[in-house]
Structures are given as C-alpha cells and as structure tokens.
C-alpha cells in the first residue's frame, strides 16, 4: 500500500515498513474508522505495539511508521469533527 501523507511524501508499506509494522497498521486503519476519540486510537496503538503481531512481542515504532500513525491521528480527528 502507497500511503501518501500531509507533506506529499509517500510510504510504500510494502518496502518501507516491517511486516510487524505493516500488521498493525492494518488494525490501526481499521480502528480509524470506528475509534469514538484520539485517546481510544492512541490507546489501541500502544495496546498492539506491546502484543505485537500475532502476540509475538513489543514491536518498536520506527519513524516512518510513527508519521504514518500521525497522519492517521490527523484524519481520525477531522472524522470525529464532521461526526459533531
């Protein structure tokens, strides 16, 4: 998946992210839709960096997929505005 944030830049998930990275990203795009506040997305985030993929660990949280997580943030807020 290409993800292309605020800036422009782009992250190929594909070749920039670990597939531990990539696993929790999928729960997190999926939390974005439904989460009911930033701090039930940050808490779920924290929650699947500890587990980890498949229960397999802590997964460290490199600074592309901390950007990305950011522009879900961003979009998880605007959401929850036009929701108001």
Do not use: C
Not at 11 to 37: C, M, N, P
């Amino acid at each position: 998946m290409i993800i292309t944030i605020d800036s422009g830049k782009t992250i190929d998930t594909a070749k920039d992210l670990t597939s531990e990275e990539r696993h929790i990203l999928q729960k997190l795009y999926a939390w974005k839709a439904v989460a009911d506040s930033l701090t039930q997305f940050r808490k779920i985030k924290e929650r699947a960096m500890k587990m980890g993929w498949n229960n397999s660990g802590p997964v460290r949280e490199s600074r592309l997929l901390k950007i990305v997580i950011q522009h879900l943030e961003k979009e998880l807020i605007l959401r929850l505005k036009k929701e108001k």
